[in-house]
């Protein structure tokens, strides 16, 4: 059922086996759990406020001192908080998310331990399919015709429903879980807890997000772009005023 709402809603042009359950990043971020808020950044900076003034936050100084730490790059402040996202996404996009170390911890679903459910990634309707021009130089572009995506995504399904099969069988051969689990594309489903502080978390933004107002911009994956974008929405609704002086000074990570 859940493959035929799929269909339905995607329009595609034939039915997929049950197997493959292709998905988009649509439900990516599940959970946000966070500690402190904006005052929190204002009390972890004792360089520059009074001892007795940190735990009476005024709303004025409050901007005006996080504005000055973001235009001048004091980045410690930012340190002091921690949000915490469950995220389901395709292993090919964790592959990249794993790259930010510092000021991040992770703790991923094990295919040594589990049994790995047969869900698979599939390009959403606006995702540009076509590369064009050299290494380091190229831009991606729409299938302006339409003809490439519908066929792409049933052999991507036949795919997809062939290595899950031989994953299967070789759990029913007897073989570990760690052992059968090979054959398993980088397009399968995983899910994890990524926990980052606010610091850590604009770094990520500044890499992972393609936006104007970037100073230095940046090209990423169209996937860590949806989950960027994802969690950026979470920045900003927990911490307008930080995120707001994150974007006025170019999105560059104190």
């Known amino acids: 059922e859940r493959l035929k709402d799929w269909a339905a809603q995607e329009g595609q042009i034939a039915p997929r086996p049950e197997r493959s ?13 966070l500690t402190e808020d904006d005052d929190g950044i204002h009390r972890s900076h004792v360089g520059l406020v009074e001892r007795d003034d940190l735990d009476e936050v005024d709303p004025d100084k409050q901007a005006g001192l996080i504005n000055f ?26 592959r990249e998310w794993h790259r930010h170390r510092i000021g991040w911890s992770y703790n991923e679903e094990s295919g040594r331990y589990k049994v790995l459910s047969p869900v698979f990634w599939v390009p959403c309707a606006d995702r540009p399919l076509i590369q064009t021009g050299k290494p380091g130089h190229y831009t991606f572009e729409p299938d302006l015709t339409g003809e490439m995506r519908g066929p792409g995504i049933e052999l991507m399904g036949q795919s997809y429903s062939y290595s899950y099969d031989t994953y299967e069988r070789l759990l029913d051969m007897g073989f570990a879980k760690e052992v059968a689990r090979a054959p398993l594309p980088v397009a399968i489903y995983s899910s994890m807890y990524a926990t980052c502080n606010l610091r850590s978390l604009m770094a990520f933004l500044s890499l992972r997000t393609k936006d104007s107002r970037s100073l230095f911009p940046s090209f990423p994956q169209f996937e860590i772009n949806q989950c960027a974008s994802m969690m950026e929405e979470a920045f900003a609704r927990h911490f307008p005023v930080t995120y707001a002086a994150f974007c006025e000074h170019g999105r560059v990570c104190p």
């Open 69 to 94: 730490l973001m235009k001048n790059r004091h980045g410690t402040p930012f340190e002091h908080n921690a949000l915490k996202f469950l995220i389901e996404a395709p292993i090919m996009v964790f």
């Open 21 to 33: 359950r292709p998905t988009t990043l649509e439900k990516l971020i599940r959970q946000i759990v």
